[in-house]
């Protein structure tokens, strides 16, 4: 260990260490794409934790030869889940960009922090630009506004509702909360999670997140229900301040009605955010940003790339309409820092628009898969994983044993189903149905793990029993490796 870099001499044991990983960093992408690997070698916390043959997650006293360092590499990718596998549709993020990688690989060697001009230049202008071209895809004139990469679209969401809340009570950021009305914030009961924990984190309180109905057909926020909502609040003396419409739910893959929100939010002055974590990668495709259609109109917008688009995690954005709300609503103008008397423009250090202090270069592997892919790129990205998921769909929708949540063309690549097994088919739907079909999703999800073959997430949903969602956002799935799942779901639940 103490022979590499910077140990005197050490640049040939160096290169020779570096070369190795980078050996076992290519075997593991090779394999990644080859359809005869597993998706994931499953092993229990507690089998993990006793330690597996070489390989010991306990940190030890004394350093260990580069020898187990290697294994110790090797092994902590064989025991991981493969994300880029063809068979991984786990999550949102998924797949192995080759390029993207390589970006990651180059900001760690940079190693370099988000805060400041002054340490980190290029990668500062690149994510001005690419906020702006992201901005101008949004459709804000001349790509004007602001933005900042954040930690994930939680945090992007989260922005959102402390730059309405400056925008409207500045004073909330001096006084608290105890110096404003009782505000509300309005999103949907399918919107991600991520709105309620801001109200909580924030210090508006749970309650003060009011959870929209959503028509049953589309699962879409009922604009008049959100009015009704308004006024009520507004009856019980509460401030409305802000709306979240989703373009692109979590598990439906839903698009909220952004205009119909927008002349709501315009005749009661409020806020509107756009929660594109999942959806906004659509806006790249001509075909299908319509759904998005009104995004313009938001004051702000989260749009995770590390989604729909592949870029690897972590890599999302938030973007507001309004100049200027992001810095007065975070700033504290630490004097170590953001030095007012640099040689160079200071406004090119945009840290303190962060909530962070240090920021991760999150920038870079996106800047290049968009210089290497072209904005048509990702369009042709995100129509395929579209196409694929139409594919899905009609696959399933009349196949036997398979029974869709909702029936209809997906607006995303969420397309959600049951899977009943042989032993439930043609029983009535009575509550003895319910709780065994609940269990089944869960059985066939665990066998899948065991056996390694593939990947695909369930969830229950208000009334719903457990279901399957399946999401598509990986560039190496093909519509061979849908065939595979729905036949793999067959196959470990027939005796069920
Ligand atoms: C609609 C939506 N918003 C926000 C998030 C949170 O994103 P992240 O996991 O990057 O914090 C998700 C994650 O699934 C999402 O689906």
């Given at each position: ?207 003060n997140v009011i959870l929209l109905k959503s028509d049953e057909r589309c699962v879409k926020v009922i604009p008049a229900d959100l009015e009704a909502k308004i006024i009520e609040a507004k009856q019980k003396g509460y401030v409305p301040l802000f709306v979240n419409a989703t373009a692109g739910t979590t598990v439906y ?230 065939d595979f799942l729905i036949e793999e779901i067959e196959r470990l639940g027939q005796d069920l």
């Open positions: 260990m103490f022979d590499l870099l910077p140990a005197k001499n050490g640049e040939e044991p160096t290169m020779q260490f570096l070369l190795e990983v980078v050996d076992i960093l290519t075997n593991y992408v090779r394999k990644t794409f080859d359809r005869s690997t597993k998706v994931l070698d499953f092993h229990h916390p507690h089998q993990l934790l006793e330690g597996m043959e070489g390989f010991n997650l306990e940190l030890s006293e004394q350093p260990e030869s580069l020898e187990q360092i290697l294994v110790d590499c090797r092994d902590t990718l064989k025991y991981g889940v493969r994300t880029g596998h063809p068979r991984f549709f786990n999550q949102l993020s998924s797949g192995l960009d080759i390029i993207g990688l390589a970006g990651e690989w180059l900001t760690s060697t940079a190693n370099t922090n988000m805060f400041t001009y002054e340490i980190a230049p290029v990668f500062v202008l690149m994510e001005q630009l690419t906020l702006k071209k992201m901005r101008e895809i949004i459709g804000w004139p001349n790509g004007e506004g602001d933005g900042i990469f954040s930690p994930g679209g939680a945090i992007s969401n989260m922005y959102s509702v402390m730059v309405a809340r400056y925008k409207y009570f500045p004073e909330a950021k001096t006084k608290g909360m105890s110096a404003v009305p009782r505000l509300v914030l309005f999103t949907s009961e399918h919107s991600h999670y991520s709105i309620k924990k801001s109200g909580a984190a924030l210090g508006f309180g749970v309650e893959g839903a698009f909220d009605p952004i205009d119909e929100i927008a002349d709501l939010c315009e005749k009661y002055n409020m806020w509107l955010h756009v929660d594109g974590a999942w959806g906004g990668g659509l806006l790249m495709s001509r075909k299908h940003r319509h759904k998005l259609s009104g995004i313009e109109r938001a004051n702000s917008v989260t749009w995770n790339p590390h989604k729909m688009m592949g870029v690897p995690l972590q890599c999302s954005a938030i973007l507001v309409r309004e100049k200027g709300l992001l810095q007065g609503c975070n700033q504290m103008c630490a004097g170590y820092l953001f030095q007012p008397d640099k040689q160079y423009d200071v406004t090119y250090d945009t840290g303190d628009k962060a909530i962070q202090c240090g920021r991760h270069v999150d920038i870079f592997k996106f800047w290049l898969m968009w210089k290497a892919k072209g904005t048509i790129g990702f369009e042709q990205h995100i129509n395929k994983c579209l196409e694929l998921s139409e594919y899905l769909y009609n696959k399933i929708k009349d196949r036997e044993g398979f029974e869709m949540v909702f029936r209809g063309e997906p607006q995303h690549t969420n397309v959600c189903f049951w899977y009943v097994p042989p032993s439930l088919r043609g029983m009535p739907d009575c509550e003895e149905r319910r709780e065994r079909l609940h269990k089944v999703a869960p059985k066939i999800k665990a066998m899948m793990m065991e056996s390694g073959t593939t990947m695909v997430g369930y969830q229950p949903q208000g009334d719903k029993v457990n279901f399957f969602r399946m999401v598509i956002s990986n560039q190496a799935a093909t519509k061979s490796d849908i």
